[in-house]
């Protein structure tokens, strides 16, 4: 069994920046993948970012690509998502996924086996 736990979401002003973590234990973290997904208000659930076992590939969306980093520690079993310059748009309910059943990173979240409980982040106008 895998538990994730996802922190440092919040209320931020337009233009400012947040470090979102997920902590996992139940498995070895560093065999997987590792994605974040978003989920707005009446929206479907929608592929952020992705990272290989080792660190050393990612993929992001579009609409957050060069604003958003995900990055791993396996030695400490967490995955990051630094969010900088973050717009209205990117309010939504964060959740941290890891991707048990594939090595190959996922962008559609049927291919993630295990999700955390998810964290608001909040963007003012």
């Known amino acids: 069994q895998v538990r994730l736990v996802e922190s440092g979401g919040g209320l931020v002003q337009n233009g400012g920046s947040l470090r979102l973590s997920c902590a996992a234990s139940g498995r070895t973290f560093s065999t997987y993948p590792m994605g974040w997904f978003r989920q707005a208000p009446g929206k479907e659930r929608e592929f952020v970012a992705v990272i290989t076992r080792s660190g050393g590939t990612t993929y992001y969306a579009d609409s957050v690509k060069g604003r958003f980093t995900i990055s791993r520690d396996n030695a400490k079993n967490t995955v990051h998502l630094q969010m900088n310059s973050l717009k209205p748009e990117d309010t939504a309910v964060y959740y941290c996924?890891?991707?048990?059943?594939?090595?190959?990173?996922?962008?559609?979240?049927?291919?993630?086996?295990?999700w955390g409980q998810g964290t608001q982040v909040t963007v003012s106008s």
């Open positions: 996924a890891l991707e048990y059943s594939t090595l190959v990173p996922g962008t559609r979240a049927d291919e993630y086996d295990y």
